[in-house]
């Protein structure tokens, strides 16, 4: 990808978790900008098919949790696409647990996707980007990275780890790769709790946001210059600055 992308038009992105929620926002957005999207999903194929046919994406399954799947799904996108311009790494889990209770299990559950995957997906992609000359990678993190919930100390940590990744693979990518995240505030679906509408209420801009809010921050990393790389932006509604 070149050094000013100014459009998306005709690059290949995957976008992983893009079955639905803000996954699929990322991916119908993308697809209106004219990119050639990748749909990663591993469960939720009904979800996924809608999506892909939403914006005529491709589809690919992985296990995420394994990382010769991830090696797999990335040889089935070179096969598919012959190249890689864009990676957004938006698969993630989360769960509440007081942190007496966080078993062994519970942390795995958590940082095998959140992190050690969304860690490999970035080697994968980086590899297939550079036989093209490069390419821009979107972590999604969380305000949950940025600020602690004490309940969530297991997911915190992960999202954390995606920060700190983020601006270390910039560093070991540049020039020819951009490494940058986003990290969402409350964005509210149909199942959100009365802990998210409490945090809803005390963000700033009064309300939650949207999946396309989220989407149009990924855009503007995704075509950005690569003096653009290392950075964090939350899309929160300001709820980070309280």
């Known amino acids: ?20 929620r803000i996954g699929r926002g990322i991916a ?5 900008e004219g990119a050639r999207v990748a749909i990663h ?12 046919e939403e914006c005529g994406a491709a589809l690919f399954r992985a296990n995420l949790e394994s990382v010769a799947e991830i090696t797999a799904m990335f040889g089935e996108i070179e096969r598919h696409f012959g190249r890689l311009d864009g990676l957004v790494n938006n698969a993630a889990r989360f769960t509440r ?11 795995d559950f958590i940082h095998k996707v959140n992190l050690k995957a969304v860690f490999f997906c ?12 490069g390419g821009r990678i979107v972590n ?20 954390a780890g995606v920060i700190m990744l983020t601006r270390a ?28 509408r409490a945090m809803i209420e005390a963000t700033p801009a009064r309300r939650g946001g949207t999946p396309d809010e989220i989407a149009g921050a990924v855009v503007y990393f995704l075509k950005a210059s690569n003096f653009v790389t290392g950075q964090i932006l939350a899309v929160d509604g300001g709820l980070s600055q309280r």
């Open 97 to 107: 647990f007081d942190p007496l209770d966080i078993t062994e299990a519970d942390w």
């Open 122 to 133: 970035c080697q994968s992609g980086a590899r297939l980007m550079l036989r093209n000359g």
């Open 28 to 32: 119908l957005r993308l697809a209106r």
């Open 140 to 159: 999604i993190s969380s305000l949950g990275g940025i600020r602690p919930w004490a309940e969530h100390a297991h997911y915190c940590a992960s999202k």
């Open 169 to 196: 693979l910039a560093k070991a990518f540049a020039p020819d790769i951009t490494v940058n995240s986003v990290a969402p505030g409350v964005i509210p679906f149909e199942d959100i709790d009365a802990r998210g």
């Open 41 to 52: 999903y591993h469960r939720s194929e009904p979800e996924a098919r809608r999506t892909a």
């Open 1 to 20: 990808m070149e050094n000013l992308p100014s459009s998306l038009q005709g690059k290949v992105v995957l976008v992983t978790g893009a079955a639905k």
